[in-house]
């Protein structure tokens, strides 16, 4: 089995248009048109006029989006991290500085 995936920074693939209508790439595999053929996967490929694309097997697909789930939570977890940190008065900030003084 094989899936049509977008070159892009974000693991994006080609969607069955039977399931849904309303975008063409999707990052979820649900969404994605599954061919049997490798043969085939390539002609609607080699067609496609919008962005560079590869066929990749349907196991390959699973792991990129595994590998892309865990990078999305760890930037999730470092966000967090950082907005834990912004709460906290930054030693040369205006206000630290004495520059603000109501």
Known sequence: MYVIRKISNVCLFYVDRTKTIKFW???LLK?????TSKEAAQ???DNLKYGK???ITLREAKS???FANEKHEERVTNAKLSEDFEDQEHPFSSNALGQWQD
């Open 64 to 66: 990129l989006r595994q």
């Open 53 to 55: 694309c590869v066929v």
């Open 31 to 35: 969404y994605a048109m599954i061919f």
């Open 43 to 45: 002609k609607i490929c």
């Open 25 to 27: 790439w999707s990052y």
